[in-house]
């Protein structure tokens, strides 16, 4: 009974810990791509001595930063402290030296790990690394916790895709837009305080993507603005190359790509006067828009360019391509008070068999639900 008692204490003192890793890791999501935001915490006699999380990509791990922060009086704490991390510490050599190799150097106790890497690089090879060097290591602690703060990391991984977040503001009765527009500008179905959080979401994702006609109506800047970040890369959809080059996607503040299955001098000269300045900033695709499969399509582009995630936010069709597809992770839907206009464009709709409410949250006047795809 006593050591049963242990035993839960242990599995508590070990969630505490995993639960602090999560909380460092959230300060490195939308900079470590394509590396994991991991989380690391070093703890001797239930007291923390180092903590860190992975910096922006070329910098330290976050093992590397927590053993850093270490106090001088108290390295030598290490060899009877255990280090616990969101993710299996990598093997490899990349931009930097393996995490295990400095766990194993510095001779620590224990290793603590929420989840593997999947990685073909790691894949428990960092495990290996850490038991043959005579470290006790504990696996799975809060996996699932640690899995879905990864979740842009293992797609990629696993699914050989960027995670996908569909994301649209409808009215109450069920329009995402008028019928007709006055003016190029966007049309608010939500409030001022869902707009800052859609900036928040912008600043945490790799890629946002839109369709022609969003471009053309709204004129629209795809940065991030009211909040802190780096800005999304633009992913514009343009089957006939329609889109002025007065837009504001095109002013070079922002690297583009234009997928599109036009061939034509226009292409050409457009693309000509855009890569004056800056060759990479403006990128040219190509898909096939007559096929079934664009979101299939749009992913392998998406794929070769090493995005990790990217934000739906056009119209109803661009939107409704990817559900139909099944291709998608998550969906964020603003639901605005008020019956902006009585007739517009329909809302994207979800199959109610493939998905899950995970939350709801009244934003104000507006009413934000996040769906999974199950």
Not at 118 to 144: D, P, Q, W, Y
Not at 185 to 205: C, D, F, G, L
Not at 318 to 340: C, H, V
Request: aromatic letters at 6%.
């Amino acid at each position: 009974m006593k050591k049963n008692n242990e035993n839960q204490q242990h599995e508590k003192q070990d969630e505490k810990y995993i639960k602090r890793c999560l909380q460092l890791a959230k300060n490195g999501i939308g900079t470590t791509r394509p590396n994991p935001s991991v989380g690391a915490v070093i703890v001797y006699q239930n007291k923390i001595i180092g903590e860190g999380f992975t910096s922006p990509y070329g910098g330290n791990h976050a093992e590397v930063n927590a053993i850093n922060s270490v106090k001088e009086k108290d390295k030598k704490l290490l060899k009877k402290a255990t280090i616990y991390v969101t993710l299996e510490p990598c093997s490899h050599f990349g931009k930097t030296p393996p995490c295990a190799d400095l766990i194993v150097e510095n001779q620590l106790s224990k290793v603590v790990i929420g989840c593997l890497d999947t990685n073909s690089l790691v894949a428990g090879k960092g495990i290996e690394r850490l038991k043959n060097a005579g470290i006790k290591v504990t696996v799975g602690v809060l996996e699932n916790q640690c899995k879905k703060h990864h979740k842009r990391f293992f797609t990629v991984q696993n699914k050989k895709r960027p995670y996908i977040i569909l994301k649209w503001a409808e009215t109450a009765n069920g329009f995402i837009a008028p019928l007709k527009r006055n003016e190029q500008k966007p049309v608010w179905i939500s409030n001022p305080y869902s707009q800052q959080i859609v900036h928040k979401i912008r600043s945490k994702e790799h890629a946002i993507l839109v369709g022609t006609n969003t471009v053309i109506q709204d004129n629209p800047s795809l940065t991030v603005r009211s909040w802190s970040g780096n800005n999304p890369v633009r992913i514009i959809l343009d089957k006939n190359l329609r889109i002025p080059l007065s837009v504001t996607v095109f002013d070079k503040k922002v690297k583009t790509i234009i997928l599109t299955e036009k061939r034509t001098k226009k292409q050409k000269e457009q693309a000509e006067v855009l890569s004056e300045e800056k060759k990479e900033t403006i990128i040219y695709e190509y898909i096939n828009f007559s096929s079934k499969k664009i979101a299939t399509q749009i992913c392998d582009v998406l794929q070769k360019h090493k995005i990790q995630s990217v934000i739906i936010e056009g119209g109803t069709k661009t939107l409704q391509t990817f559900i139909d597809e099944n291709i998608w992770d998550e969906a964020q839907i603003f639901i605005g008070e008020e019956i902006s206009f009585e007739k517009g464009v329909k809302a994207p709709k979800l199959s109610a068999e493939k998905i899950q409410l995970i939350k709801k949250e009244d934003i104000k006047n507006d009413v934000l639900k996040i769906y999974t795809n199950i």
